[in-house]
Structures are given as C-alpha cells and as structure tokens.
C-alpha cells in the first residue's frame, strides 16, 4: 500500500468517526469501533512511514 493510499484511508476513516460520533455520541459502540479502525490505521502508517528515533 503506499504513503498517499493509507494517508487516504486515514483521512475518510477520521471523517467517518466524526460523523458518527457527532450523530451517535463518543462512547457509542459505533464511534468507539470506527476508533479502534483509526487506531490500526494510524498504527500501520507509523509502522510502515515513520522512522524509529533510537535513543542512546
């Protein structure tokens, strides 16, 4: 997958949480699933995009 496809992804996940969230409340079954989907996406990204800072 590449950096814009997920970065898409992200974005219409987010969209989609706010949506609900906004119509069904946040601790709404829905909106804490569309969440946990954001999570995993946002995981993958800064598994896959961001550079690991190593400390010394």
Do not use: C, P
Request: aromatic share 6%.
């Amino acid at each position: 997958m590449s950096k814009q496809d997920l970065l898409t992804l992200i974005e219409n996940k987010r969209a989609e949480l706010i949506q609900v969230a906004m119509k069904n409340g946040l601790s709404s079954s829905i909106a804490i699933r569309y969440s946990q989907e954001l999570d995993t996406l946002l995981n993958e990204y800064n598994r896959l995009f961001i550079k690991k800072v190593q400390t010394h």
